[in-house]
């Protein structure tokens, strides 16, 4: 799998959790100048917006190491820019990171959310 099936992978894989979860996908590589928001996820009262970070087999670093603060300062001001072109309805507003690495050969992968990360 190249760069872009891993990363698409990875951002399927945390759709599945958030719906899990009980939340509802509102968007998904939402995009505006300046960047993307990977997803955005709302339950009553909540509305998250995510960073998914995918590594593949093979990957010098794994995931979370990939995780930069300018990535997160970028998500703060895409996540500003939503809430203004669409409002908010009230929720509290809250930053995810999400990491998937993916083992490899049938080894597995690990998903791990970290709330509030921005």
């Not at 590589?29 to 917006?49: K, N, Q, S, T, Y």
């Not at 970070?53 to 939503?82: D, F, H, I, M, Y």
């Amino acid at each position: 799998m190249n760069a872009a099936g891993t990363g698409r992978f990875g951002e399927d894989l945390a759709c599945l959790f958030y719906q899990h979860c009980g939340y509802r996908c509102l968007a998904r590589r939402w995009r505006r100048g300046g960047g993307e928001i990977d997803l955005v996820m709302a339950r009553p009262g909540w509305l998250v917006f995510v960073e998914v970070k995918a590594r593949g087999p093979g990957s010098a670093a794994n995931a979370a190491e990939a995780v930069t603060g300018s990535q997160l300062r970028r998500l703060r001001a895409l996540a500003a820019r939503w809430c203004s072109e669409r409002g908010s309805g009230g929720a509290q507003l809250r930053l995810d990171v999400v990491t998937v690495d993916i083992a490899g050969l049938g080894r597995g992968l690990t998903l791990r959310c970290y709330r509030g990360a921005g």
